[in-house]
């Protein structure tokens, strides 16, 4: 039972995991980076968006799924409209992973 506790502890004071996310858009144009989340909330509105600037570049990822696997078949979805998204592994809150 304490190792039980100490796992519950440990999710609650870190709500993050190591997870997979599909990276749409890297550029260093503001503009195509909002262009991109607009055109990909369009398509796919259930699904979260966050972009980050890593100076120089805007990073639009997309969605979170626990596995490889479990992002394979929405990845084909999203390379129909985004030809060059990738795969990304990315530390994300547990409440964002796609059921």
Request: overall charge positive.
């Amino acid at each position: 039972a304490v190792m039980m506790n100490d796992y519950l502890l440990k999710n609650q004071q870190n709500p993050t995991q190591k997870a997979w996310r599909i990276q749409i858009i890297t550029t260093n144009d503001r503009r195509k980076m909002e262009s991109a989340i607009s055109k990909f909330r369009k398509y796919f509105p259930d699904y979260e968006t966050n972009w980050s600037h890593e100076n120089p570049y805007y990073k639009v990822k997309v969605a979170a799924f626990e596995t490889k696997e479990d992002l394979h078949s929405f990845l084909l979805q999203v390379k129909q409209h985004f030809p060059g998204a990738i795969p990304v592994v990315d530390d994300i809150q547990k409440s964002e992973l796609v059921e």
